[in-house]
């Protein structure tokens, strides 16, 4: 009750206080379905998130279950806006909800494009002893295609060139996503949700939770479609 009436503290927003009974995630995703809420956020602390996460906590079925609202899980203390966003972008409808929605959360942002590539069955490849060189053109192919549809992206959410910055590296999206927050001092991570089937809970399980856990940034899940 402190922190809701004291505007030192809470940054100027009006806050109401409610207390409900019954299962902590059905309770939280009905209340948040009957207010129409345009964002959920949780708070998250150091190890024990990542352990919540691993153990299948309430934070962790919230953000594979939240289908229709976007989840901000704050891991930083609040100072100022969000300066600059990192987007690890896949090239589906996804990407294009998690870019516009980075736009709505912080207009003044810096946006940075990720997009990590392999060439096609690159692992297959190298298995089966493929010259190297024969397999880097397949890579400089693969990274032509990855930048011109990163372009088509961005059109599509809504960017013009100069609105945002793109990166294109070879590799797994998870290392790069956390070593760029890092290397561009990014202070927000937007990452799109696929879907709510079962199939798809499982992206929450790779890329998205390796992210959760390593990275120093705050982090939107931007759910729906």
Known sequence: ???LADAAENYGVAAELEVASGSPLATILAHADFMNADL????????????HLLLGSTASRLLRKASRHPVLVVKQPPHEAYRRLMIPVDFSPASVRA????????????????????APFEGKLVYAGVADDVIDRYRVAARDDAVQRMRQLAGTAGLASGEYTPLVMHGDPSQHTVAQEQELDCDLIVMGKHGVHVAEELLLGSVTKHVLAE??????IVCGG
């Open 1 to 3: 009750m402190h922190l």
């Open 40 to 51: 959920l956020v949780l708070g998250a602390r150091g190890n024990n998130f990542l352990r």
């Open 99 to 118: 870019i516009q929605a980075g736009r709505l959360v912080a207009p003044g942002a810096d946006l940075v494009l990720l997009h990590a590539y392999e």
């Open 215 to 220: 990275s120093q940034s705050d982090v939107l």
